[in-house]
Nanobody, 128 residues
Framework: EVQLVESGGGLVQAGGSLRLSCAASGFTFDGYAIGWFRQAPGKEREGVSCISSSDGSTYYADSVKGRFTISSYNAKNAVYLQMNSLKPEDTAVYYC?????????????????????WGQGTQVTVSS
């Protein structure tokens, strides 16, 4: 059974940091891309970042570039999202998701409907 489990969310003050983890089981990362998405109340789900297990390429939403860093530890089937300089507008439920990798990942990573497997989400709340 494929499972993705997020952890590391919580409440933090603006300017603070959190590190989210995504642990996968039931499949190996080879040939997959792992994305982080977030959804705030009343808003659309949006892509935050993505990493390809094939070549380690990483992608970020403009809103988080320079503040968030995605990394993976393939041997442990784990992906991490280091979030620094957090802002109140980063408040959302954060999800990790997996999709088959593709040469067009640079363009397609943001489309959440393309991801086959999803975690249950972890809440991130940034207070001002």
């Amino acid at each position: 059974e494929v499972q993705l489990v997020e952890s590391g969310g919580g409440l933090v003050q603006a300017g603070g940091s959190l590190r989210l983890s995504c642990a996968a089981s039931g499949f190996t990362f080879d040939g997959y891309a792992i994305g982080w998405f977030r959804q705030a109340p009343g808003k659309e789900r949006e892509g935050v970042s993505c990493i390809s297990s094939s070549d380690g390429s990483t992608y970020y939403a403009d809103s988080v570039k320079g503040r968030f860093t995605i990394s993976s530890y393939n041997a442990k089937n784990a992906v991490y999202l280091q979030m620094n300089s957090l802002k109140p507008e980063d408040t959302a439920v954060y999800y990790c998701a997996a999709r088959p990798s593709t040469g067009l990942l640079f363009r397609l990573w943001v489309f959440w409907r393309e991801y086959a497997y999803w975690g249950q989400g972890t809440q991130v709340t940034v207070s001002s």
